[in-house]
Nanobody
Framework: QVQLVESGGQLVQAGGSLRLSCAAS????????MGWFRQAPGKEREFVAS????????YYTDSVKGRFTISRDAAENTLYLQMNSLKPEDTALYYC???????????????WGQGTRVTVSS
């Protein structure tokens, strides 16, 4: 089992920045691919970014490329999502995810966190 706990979500103005964190515990963090998803009110959960454990390769959905950066600190068992130039359409509940599979879709995810809310005001 892997337990994931997100933090860092808050209300921010458009153009601002936030850094989300995901603290992992349980099985060896470094052996899992990790990712971030988000779900806006009335919409389906969507992939945001992921990082592959074996080589650190990263993947992003088109709408966040150049604005968001995913990273991980294996020593601290923590995953991060640095979000810059935030837009109102980034408003959502952000979920941390872990899997032995490459994460680019929700069906690939084995473990989910409870989510942290990000609200971007215009």
């Amino acid at each position: 089992q892997v337990q994931l706990v997100e933090s860092g979500g808050q209300l921010v103005q458009a153009g601002g920045s936030l850094r989300l964190s995901c603290a992992a515990s349980g099985r060896t963090f470094s052996n899992y691919n990790m990712g971030w998803f988000r779900q806006a009110p009335g919409k389906e959960r969507e992939f945001v970014a992921s990082i592959r454990y074996i080589d650190g390769r990263t993947y992003y959905t088109d709408s966040v490329k150049g604005r968001f950066t995913i990273s991980r600190d294996a020593a601290e068992n923590t995953l991060y999502l640095q979000m810059n130039s935030l837009k109102p359409e980034d408003t959502a509940l952000y979920y941390c995810a872990a899997s032995g599979n490459l994460i680019t879709t929700a069906t690939a995810v084995r473990y989910w966190g409870q989510g942290t809310r990000v609200t971007v005001s215009s």
